[in-house]
């Protein structure tokens, strides 16, 4: 289908001279979406929000080439440096396909055409802020409805590969605005110019799997948008394209070779004490009544843990079969377009049947973790379970501050400001009185102005859109100190923990260094800045000091002094921890070291809506993987799926930054 991929192809497999009627676009956005090319919409099949025992279909906004639409809005695209190297990336990537025939005019003509269309786009996407309320994004639509709405398209014949079991009757749709603004657009934009832009993102997608030159050009883009210095080396892009297309597999060979068997023991015990402490804070909650605080105690009690591994890997027969629609052969481009392909008849021939409940949406080699409201369950590969997060030679202070947190941070999750509109059983359903909501409402405000005063790179950090994230933050946090507390009561029957040799602080003061340590990290003010538009969670510095600060218990710790208040950017959050300063270059790091740190630029979009699979390290979050030398991992998701991604060297750190705020005396 895509074999010589050119502008101007002789036998052009998709009829681009053919006029835009709804028998071709939905020929061609069929085919696209199969090889996991979304220029305007993506599909998801997923279990249903409102009866999570079945699937459905879901649509959402797709198709910018830029990070965000605040990279498209209010900008001079004569003048702004990020748009003037988009039209120059597109420029050199159509003449590659053109084979140096193209003329200069021709090419900038084409890359000017694609940028406005893409603006135009742009201008309909929904803000990410805005779409953190599953409610607001739960939308049903008939496909009579639908093509009322989006009438250039036959949805019947679109969704024509769904199983024969499975009656389609309608769809869920994220922003019924922008299905009604695209359907505008397409009316008022020439046929040619949305040919050449379905073209374009095609051909941006496909090209990293193509010969050098393209990912050279690429590479020349990503420098401008993400401050990169170096490409990735070709080991690290081999490695995570094998984790991105066979990662189950991948991950039978790291259970095999690298994980540590008891280290799953010891995080289901220690999920078992995180999830005790937090059921004893709900009845702590004196704003929640109690017919509430006994239903949160269900959902808390309810919610099961998913550790290491899907045992069914370990059976040859079963990886065969789970990938028996991916043919592999000598061509790497045909191995990648099978992969996806393979990928998209596995997700949808779930259509008419029950919901699994076996389904991990991470693979084994994943350091990440993440909730699934739609399950209820909380999931920890096995790549986690592992320096600088977890060692069984670790004192327990420092496990329970690195994955502990990770682990409180996840259960939290099952009741942020998403999480808690879905019910034990994983059904988006009302279970909160009016009052209870109300209060958290106002007290989520206060987590929002406090959030909103941190500055990176000079610039504000978006309370609304990393809300659930911070909640998330502070909650596992608070509930993984406590659960330590409890540890130490029991086990060790009112003593304390013996100080680690050569090191000058007590057990809680390690735990909390332990905590910091997970998010040491540097970024590029450029990837900074894209993340602050896109990412979910809040910058590392923040995820340190914004729960420390809140933290009681950080403050006892470190013995912070009391008496005036200290005041964090509301005037409504008031926190009595006093002379809270940065150790900056001198803050003590657990195991720091020099780093190469890495960024990331999206590569294929997969799989899931973050709605409903919150998680915590995927999102630019930093981390460290000690067998892999301190390689600084980043992975991100959005909203409407999970984003594959590649891995682009940017520079040699000097030291590792730690950001605990730390008490100076």
């Known amino acids: 289908m895509f074999k010589s991929w050119d502008l ?10 053919s006029d835009i009627d709804a028998s071709w676009f939905t ?29 459905t279909i879901y649509l959402d906004q797709a198709g910018l080439g830029l990070p965000s639409r605040e990279y498209y809005l209010d900008k001079n695209p004569e003048k702004d440096p990020i748009l003037l190297a988009y039209q120059k990336y597109i420029k050199d990537t159509i003449d590659l396909a053109l084979q140096g025939d193209g003329e200069e005019e021709f090419l900038k003509e084409q890359a000017e055409d694609i940028l406005d269309f893409e603006v135009e786009l742009a201008k309909l996407h929904v803000p990410r802020d805005q779409l953190r309320d599953p409610e607001k994004t739960y939308n049903y639509k008939s496909l009579e409805a639908l093509t009322d709405l989006f009438p250039s398209l036959s949805w ?18 994220g922003e019924p605005s922008y299905f009604s603004g695209l359907a505008k657009l397409f009316q008022d ?27 050279d050009v690429q590479f020349a883009f990503d420098k401008v948008v993400y401050g990169l210095d170096l490409p990735a080396s070709r080991w690290m892009t081999c490695a995570f394209v094998v984790d991105g297309t066979m990662g189950f597999a991948l991950g039978r060979l790291y259970v095999d070779r690298r994980f540590d068997g ?41 919610m099961h843990s998913k550790i290491a591994f899907p045992r069914w890997i370990l059976q040859n027969d079963e990886l065969n079969t789970y990938y028996s629609e991916h043919v592999v052969g000598d061509d790497y481009f045909e191995n990648i377009l099978s992969a996806k392909k393979a990928q998209h008849v596995r997700e949808w021939s779930r259509l008419g049947t029950p919901v699994d409940h076996g ?23 096995a790549a986690i379970l592992q320096p600088p997060f977890f060692s069984p030679g670790y004192p327990k202070a420092a496990n329970f501050g690195g994955i502990g947190a990770v682990v409180g941070h996840e259960l939290t999750h099952g009741f942020d400001d998403q999480g808690r509109q879905f019910d034990k059983e994983g059904n988006l359903k009302p279970w909160w009185p009016q009052d209870a909501i109300n209060t958290f409402d106002e007290k989520a405000e206060c987590v929002v102005k406090q959030y909103s005063s941190y500055t990176v790179e000079g ?16 909650g596992g946090l608070d509930s993984s100190f406590d659960a330590y507390r409890k540890w130490v009561a029991t086990v060790l029957e009112g003593g304390e923990e013996k ?13 909390f260094l332990s905590y910091a340590q997970t998010w040491c990290g540097s970024s590029t003010a450029a990837a900074a800045k894209e993340s602050l538009l896109t990412d979910p969670h809040s910058p590392v510095q923040a995820r340190v000091n914004g729960p420390v600060s809140n933290s009681k218990d950080f403050s006892k710790a470190f013995q912070c002094k009391t008496g005036r208040a200290f005041l964090l950017g509301a005037t409504d959050l008031l926190v009595q921890h006093l002379d809270h300063r940065h150790y900056r270059e001198s803050c003590t790091c657990i195991s720091a070291r020099r780093i190469r740190s890495q960024s990331v630029k999206y590569e294929s979009v997969h799989c899931s809506r973050a709605g409903r699979k919150e998680t915590d390290s995927m999102n630019r979050q930093v981390i460290f993987e000690r067998h892999w030398k301190h390689i600084s991992i980043q992975w991100m998701v959005e909203r409407n799926r999970y984003y594959k991604v590649k891995w682009i060297p940017r520079k040699q750190s000097v030291k590792c930054q730690c950001i605990a705020r730390c008490c100076v005396h």
Do not use: C
């Not at 019947?156 to 749709?173: D, H, Q, R, T, Y």
């Not at 949305?194 to 393209?214: G, T």
């Not at 609304?464 to 998330?472: F, M, R, S, V």
């Open 459 to 474: 610039e504000h950090v978006n309370g609304e859109l990393t809300l659930g994230e911070n909640i998330a933050d502070n």
């Open 189 to 215: 934009k020439p046929p040619s110019q949305i040919r050449n832009y379905m073209r374009w993102h095609a051909l941006s997608e496909l090209a990293p799997m193509l010969r050098q030159e393209y990912r």
């Open 499 to 511: 100080a680690l040799p050569g090191i000058d602080y007590t057990p809680n003061q390690l735990f």
């Open 359 to 381: 389904i991990w949406d991470m693979t084994p080699s994943t350091v990440n973790a993440y909730y699934n409201p739609l399950e209820n369950e909380i999931v920890f590969p």
């Open 27 to 55: 020929k061609v956005m069929g085919e696209m979406d199969q090889a996991g090319i979304h220029p305007f919409f993506a599909t998801v099949v997923e279990a249903d929000e409102k009866d999570s025992s079945k699937y």
């Open 8 to 17: 101007v192809l002789e036998e052009d497999p998709w009829g681009w001279d």
């Open 262 to 302: 008891n280290a799953a023991d010891a995080a289901e015990d220690m999920v078992h004490r995180i999830k005790n402490a937090f059921i004893s804070s709900l009845k702590q909650m004196e704003w929640l009544d109690d017919t509430t605080v006994a239903l949160a105690e269900e959902k808390a009690e309810s």
């Open 156 to 173: 019947a014949s679109l969704f024509s590969w769904s199983p024969s079991n499975f009656e389609l009757s309608g769809v869920i749709v």
